[in-house]
């Protein structure tokens, strides 16, 4: 019963967790037959629905995984300050130039480095977990920190994102005597490097391409279940890769063709039903009577609206 929208928040990659149902945000389709990657802005996006086979993206509560299970206490502390952070600073007024702002996260380096590890850059880098050579390129302006980093480093020393571009090295002053240098977030568990099987890989794409079951499955599903990243498989399997992409892409572009079918036709029964009624087919009635809210904004949606009008006489 509340207002569907995607919070601009959850469009930055630091904001993993959902703070009112304590999970990890998604961004696939939870459709079996899709699972595709939603983009922050795309041409017929509608909040709440995948912008690619245009269902609802919600799941029931009782689908969901128990928040106890997914997200740590520790790691729900840490996005919550995250949250807290990221979110100010998407609301506060652009008032810095750029290039203030990148001085004063240089500045910031600099005196953090000296304040932590008495100038010793690489104990710095070790302690923050970067490279030595990132924050080389900081201190001399030549790149600019990751938005993760520049939390890490805020939390470090008990000060805001919003202080850091502000203010810089200024805003340590006071935050170092009471914050110290503070605990850092918790860090993902690293996958452990295996030996690549080859013979079962093949084994298993063969096997892929010859049942002719739908729908085909794509190949970050066939790459989850072999246990190997995509771009691993693709090295050593080029051909097969490419033809289950393009088969899973022929596959998903017919049932788009067929869904956008249906609702093309279900634009047409409806403003026969309101022609029934005895009233003027508006597209406002009939988009209430859509199952997919704002289809009616898609071009082949107008069309058929117009067509049945032309048809009812409606309009010459």
């Not at 509560?61 to 502390?77: I, N």
């Not at 600019?144 to 939390?155: F, G, M, N, T």
């Not at 805001?160 to 009471?178: D, E, K, N, P, Y």
Request: hydrophobic share 40%; proline share 9%; aromatic share 6%.
């Amino acid at each position: 019963g509340q207002v569907i929208y995607e919070p601009l928040l959850w469009s930055l990659e630091v904001v993993t967790v959902c703070p009112m149902h304590q999970v990890y945000l998604r961004s696939t389709c939870p459709s079996p037959d899709c699972q595709r990657t939603q983009p922050i802005l795309g041409p017929h996006v509608q909040p709440g629905h995948c912008a690619h086979c245009l269902r609802w993206l919600g799941r029931a509560p009782q689908d969901l995984p128990a928040p106890t299970s997914v997200v740590s206490d520790e790691e729900r502390v840490w996005q919550a300050w995250v949250a807290k952070e990221a979110g100010t600073l998407l609301a506060a007024p652009p008032d810095l130039p750029a290039e203030r702002i990148l001085q004063n996260i240089c500045d910031t380096v600099k005196r953090g480095v000296d304040l932590v590890t008495q100038g010793n850059a690489n104990a710095f880098a070790r302690r923050l977990q970067v490279s030595p050579s990132a924050i080389s390129c900081w201190r001399l302006q030549r790149q600019r920190p990751q938005l993760a980093i520049l939390l890490r480093l805020c939390h470090l020393f008990g000060i805001s994102l919003r202080q850091v571009f502000s203010l810089g090295a200024q805003a340590m002053r006071a935050a170092t005597i009471s914050h110290g240098i503070g605990p850092l977030p918790p860090e993902r568990p690293k996958r452990a490097r295996r030996a690549f099987e080859h013979e079962r890989v093949r084994l298993a794409l063969e096997e892929i391409l010859n049942d002719p079951a739908e729908p085909p499955p794509p190949m970050r599903q066939v790459g989850k279940q072999l246990g190997y990243e995509n771009a691993v498989i693709y090295a050593y399997f080029p051909e097969q890769c490419r033809a289950i992409s393009a088969r899973y892409l022929a596959y998903q572009k017919e049932r788009g063709q067929q869904r956008l079918q249906q609702l093309c036709a279900e634009v047409r029964q409806n403003v026969l039903l309101v022609h029934q009624q005895g009233k003027y087919p508006s597209a406002y009635r009939v988009e209430a009577l859509l199952s997919v809210p704002g289809f009616m904004r898609h071009p082949d949606a107008m069309r058929v609206w117009h067509a049945t009008l032309r048809e009812l006489g409606w309009e010459s």
